[in-house]
């Protein structure tokens, strides 16, 4: 690796490193208990997150904006949890977790460019849960 190389993957990790410190504190703020997985725990993925009741499960990620966008959809389950929001449907409820999770993320991560991908993954992840 060329020291430019390495001086960019250094950035980039202290950047990643950063959102979770800052998700972790978004966690707090809705007072809300943030779990980062190990490899060793059953059922982990890289690329994984799930929430149940006042929990966030987050595994590792390939890139900060899939963590990002995962997270803010965790955090959206918790918060209409919260409210006692009951959807009619399992598709209803996703549509509704990533609406607020994105609202959230649009609100906290100013400057954050969403990006094709993003939004692709988030529209890939909705299909999933439509009955054909």
Same mark, same amino acid.
């Given at each position: 690796m060329t020291q430019l190389e390495e001086e960019i993957t250094q950035c980039y990790e202290r950047d990643f490193q950063r959102?979770?410190?800052a998700c972790k504190n978004i966690a707090a703020q809705h007072r809300l208990k943030y779990v980062q997985l190990t490899p060793d725990h059953p059922g982990y993925q890289v690329d994984y997150a799930a929430s149940s009741g006042d929990e966030i499960f987050m595994c590792? @990620?390939?890139t900060k904006n899939m963590y990002l966008?995962?997270?803010f959809h965790e955090l959206g389950h918790c918060l209409i949890n919260k409210r006692g929001w009951k959807?009619?449907?399992k598709l209803e409820?996703?549509?509704q977790a990533w609406n607020e999770g994105m609202e959230q993320m649009i609100n906290r991560c100013v400057g954050l460019e969403i990006? @094709?991908?993003?939004i692709r993954f988030?529209?890939?992840n909705i299909k999933t849960y439509i009955k054909q």
């Open positions: 959102a979770v410190f590792e @990620y390939t966008m995962c997270f959807a009619d449907s409820q996703e549509i990006t @094709y991908p993003m988030m529209l890939d």
